[in-house]
C-alpha cells in the first residue's frame, strides 16, 4: 500500500472541524480529551490520564497512550497539546472553496494546536486500518500548553519509553521543524514608596511609579545580541491625588543561551534595584523559569529521519530557531530528543488564525510516514 494515498482525507478534515467545535480552553480541556479517549478506544488503544487536572486546578490530565509495535524498532513519542488559547468559546472551522480553514473571525480557530491532535488522530487510524509494519508508538495529549507548558511540567516522564520525540506544534509550511529554543525566563519587580496627599504634601511621599518608570527607561529592550529582553506590564497608583505607593512591573527575557538568561536577569534585578534605591522606594524581585534552552543537533537519529521523510514525501525540510517555547523543552530536559514539527498553523494567538486542507492532509501523511519509517 503506498503511505501517501492512505491518509483519508474527508475524514481527516471532518475530524479536525469536529475537534475545533470542541471548547477547550487551557484547564477546561475535559471534552476534548474524552473525544480523544473515545478515538483511542474505537482503535483498541490502551491510555491513561493522569491526575494534572487536580494538581493545577484544570478539569483534565495529560492524556497518555502506547501503541504495540509491529517492527522491532525503538519507539517513537509523537505529541500534540489539547488545550487553545482564548478567545475560544463557540469556536468553529469555516471552510473556504479554496482549502482555506479559518474561525468564524470572533474566535481563535485552533489549529494550534488541533491540527497536531488530527494529525495524529488520523495517522494511528490509518495504523490500525491497513495493518501497515509500525513501531512501538507512545503518545501524549498533554493540558494547559498555553499556560507555558504548566500541564507537561506535571508529566511523570518516568513512564515514557521513547528516546525521541516530535511535536506537533509549530507554524509555517509542513517540513519546517524547530530544532532549537530558548530559556524563558520573567520577572516581576514590586516597588514600594509612601503614599501621601499629591496636593497637601507630596514631599512626604515616596513616588513608586517614578522609580519603576527610571528603571524601564534604563532596561534595554528588543533584541540584544540573542537575548531578546521585554518590560511587559507596568501597574500602579491609585487616583490622582495620591502619591503612588505601589507600581509593579513585569517583563521577560528570551535566549538560546541559558546562561546568557540569566545574567541578563542579574541586570535587569540591578538597575530595578539600583532605581528603587535612588528613589528611596523598596522593592521585591522575584524570577521564574518557564522554559530551558534546548538544541537538538543536526546529527541526531530524531533529525536525520525527520529530513528524510520529509524528502521522500515532496516536502522541503526547513530547519530552524524558534524564539517560542514548547513542550519540547520539557522532552529534551528530560532526556529526549526532540523536534517541534509544523502541522498546519497561522497566524496563531489570534482571531485570524488560519490553516488549509493541503496543509492538514500534508502534515498527517508525514506524522504517518515517521510512524512507519524503519531508519
Ligand atoms: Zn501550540
Redesign the pocket.
Known amino acids: 500500500m503506498n503511505t501517501i494515498q492512505s491518509i483519508n482525507k474527508n475524514r481527516l478534515i471532518s475530524l479536525f472541524s469536529h475537534l475545533v467545535s470542541i471548547d477547550s480552553p487551557s484547564l477546561g480541556e475535559r471534552n476534548m480529551c474524552d473525544e480523544i479517549i473515545r478515538r483511542l478506544e474505537a482503535l483498541a488503544i490502551p491510555w491513561e490520564e493522569d491526575n494534572t487536572g487536580e494538581k493545577i486546578d484544570g478539569n483534565a490530565g495529560n492524556l497518555y497512550a502506547y501503541i504495540e509495535g509491529t517492527l522491532n524498532l525503538p519507539p517513537l513519542l509523537f505529541s500534540a497539546?489539547m488545550d487553545t488559547v482564548e478567545p475560544s468559546s463557540g469556536k468553529k472551522a469555516v471552510i473556504a472553496s479554496d482549502g482555506k480553514i479559518t474561525s468564524a473571525g470572533n474566535t481563535v480557530l485552533g489549529a494550534?494546536?488541533l491540527s497536531?491532535v488530527a494529525a495524529i488522530l488520523e495517522a494511528i487510524t490509518v495504523l490500525k486500518e491497513s495493518g501497515l509494519p509500525h513501531r512501538p508508538i507512545e503518545l501524549l495529549f498533554d493540558v494547559s500548553?498555553?499556560t507555558y507548558c504548566t500541564g507537561i511540567g506535571q508529566f511523570d516522564f518516568s513512564r515514557l519509553h521513547s528516546k525521541e520525540v516530535y511535536v506537533l506544534?509549530l507554524t509555517g509550511s509542513i517540513g519546517s521543524a524547530a530544532f532549537q529554543a530558548p530559556s524563558i525566563l520573567s520577572f516581576r519587580a514590586a516597588f514600594q514608596g509612601r503614599s501621601a496627599h499629591a496636593g497637601f504634601s507630596p514631599e512626604k511621599g515616596i513616588h513608586a511609579i517614578q522609580a519603576a518608570a527610571r528603571a524601564v527607561t534604563l532596561i534595554e529592550c528588543g533584541h540584544i545580541d540573542n537575548t531578546t529582553v521585554n518590560i511587559g506590564t507596568i501597574q500602579g497608583g491609585t487616583a490622582d491625588n495620591i502619591v503612588p505607593e505601589s507600581c509593579i512591573l513585569t517583563g521577560e527575557i528570551r535566549s538560546f543561551s541559558d546562561e546568557a538568561a540569566r545574567s541578563r536577569l542579574t541586570l535587569i534585578q540591578n538597575i530595578i534595584e539600583q532605581s528603587a534605591e535612588e528613589a528611596g522606594a523598596a522593592v521585591h524581585f522575584e524570577s521564574q523559569t518557564l522554559c530551558l534552552a534546548y538544541c537538538t543537533e543536526q546529527s541526531q537519529p530524531v533529525v536525520e529521519r525527520f529530513v528524510n521523510t520529509c524528502t521522500k514525501l515532496g516536502l522541503t525540510p526547513h530547519l530552524q530557531q524558534t524564539y517560542g517555547g514548547?513542550d519540547n523543552n520539557h522532552f529534551v530536559h528530560h532526556g529526549l530528543q526532540g523536534l517541534v514539527i509544523a502541522s498546519g498553523?497561522n497566524h496563531?494567538h489570534s482571531c485570524q488564525e488560519y490553516t488549509n486542507v493541503n496543509d492538514l492532509e500534508s502534515a498527517a501523511k508525514l506524522t504517518l510516514a515517521l510512524m512507519l519509517s524503519k531508519e
Request: hydrophobic share 10%; glycine share 10%; with cysteine.
Open positions: 497539546h494550534d494546536d497536531g500548553e498555553e506544534d514548547s498553523m496563531c
